[in-house]
Structure formats: C-alpha cells, structure tokens
C-alpha cells in the first residue's frame, strides 16, 4: 500500500516536471501563487484576449485539418515564446511576470488541444 502511494507520488512528481506549464504552476503554488485552478488568475491583456478569440473562431470555422496546420505551426511558436519567458521570469525571480506568463501559456496550450482535437462543425471550449 505505502509502495503504492509513493510510486503514485513519484509519477505525478515526473508529469510535473515533463510539463512546462504545470512545473510553472507548481513553482508558483510554492510561493502561495495559485494559477492552476484559480479562475481569478486571468491575463488583463486585451490584445492577448483578442488573439485567443480569433484563434477560437478560426478553429471553428476550419473546413479541413489542413486549414488549421499554419495555425498550429504559429500557436507552437507561441507556446515556446511562453516557455522562453517563464524560464527568464523565474531566473530573474520575477514573480508576476511568471504568474502572467503561466496563464498566457495554459491559453496556448487550450489552443494546442483544440486544435489537436478538432471536428468540423464542432464549437471550441477553451478552458482558462
């Protein structure tokens, strides 16, 4: 049962760390930072929003899987942008930085998985 628990523990330990977004999310929750399951942690970025939402609308309006392959390409470059700015952020001990970059990225990644699980017709949920 204990060998159980530990392994189980080890395991997520090791999603953690494999995970940029939820080792960002972690970091943060050890200083009292909670980003993960905080609805209140929310990026005040009109112009971020306003990319969120187009890149929603262009995934529902997509005809074909190949419609959405630039989009994918450009919303990865986006992604390791945010990765980029979260390393410099937690070198720099940049806490704010940090936590509005980790939320900026859990949108890139929405996006990722939207575009990953794409269906025609099917409206986009984007979690924040």
């Known amino acids: 049962m204990r060998a159980e628990a530990t392994s189980a523990r080890i395991n997520e330990a090791y999603k953690t760390l494999q995970s940029p977004l939820h080792r960002a999310q972690y970091l943060l929750s050890q200083r009292g930072i909670e980003t993960a399951e905080d609805e209140t942690a929310k990026v005040d970025d009109p112009e971020l929003l306003m990319e969120v939402l187009e890149a929603r609308e262009q995934i529902e309006e997509a005809e074909s899987e190949e419609d959405l392959v630039g989009m994918k390409d450009e919303n990865e470059v986006r992604i390791q942008e945010s990765i980029k700015a ?17 939320v900026k990225l859990r949108y890139w990644i929405n996006i990722s998985e939207s575009i990953a699980n794409w269906e025609r017709g099917k409206p986009v949920v984007l979690e924040h």
């Open 86 to 102: 979260l390393e410099h952020a937690f070198a720099a001990d940049d806490v704010d930085t940090a936590k509005s970059e980790t």
